[in-house]
């Protein structure tokens, strides 16, 4: 079992910036991924980034050039740098790790933007 703590959400001006953390109370090993996805309300669950084990990124098309996915190793913990944030940005952000066999997701942190 793997326990996924997000943090760093919270009400942000459109244009700002906001970093979220996800630490992950073991990694699962070999190949696998951690990443973020969101939902916002009245809509489906959507990826925003992930980064595989080997450190491949992978970005959502309407986060490109904005969010940077990044991670450290020795705490297991990966982070979302979001920049530029839009209010269509605001949603509910899940973390999420996995690899051929199993899945876990973290409790969701909410990031609003708005003035």
Partial sequence: QVQL????????????SVRLSCAASKSLGGIYVMG???Q???????LVAVITSDGTTN???SVKGRFTISRENAKNTVYLQMNS?????????????????VEY?????????SS
Avoid: F, H, I, M
Avoid at 40 to 46: D, L, N, Y
Avoid at 106 to 113: H, L, P, S
């Fill in 36 to 38: 973020w996805y969101r």
């Fill in 5 to 16: 703590v997000e943090s760093g959400g919270g009400l942000v001006q459109p244009g700002g």
């Fill in 40 to 46: 916002a309300p009245g809509k489906q669950r959507e």
């Fill in 59 to 61: 970005y959502a098309d």
């Fill in 85 to 101: 944030l839009k209010p269509e940005d605001t949603a509910v952000y899940y973390c999420k790790t996995a690899n051929a066999r």
């Fill in 105 to 113: 997701w973290g409790q969701g942190t909410q990031v609003t933007v």
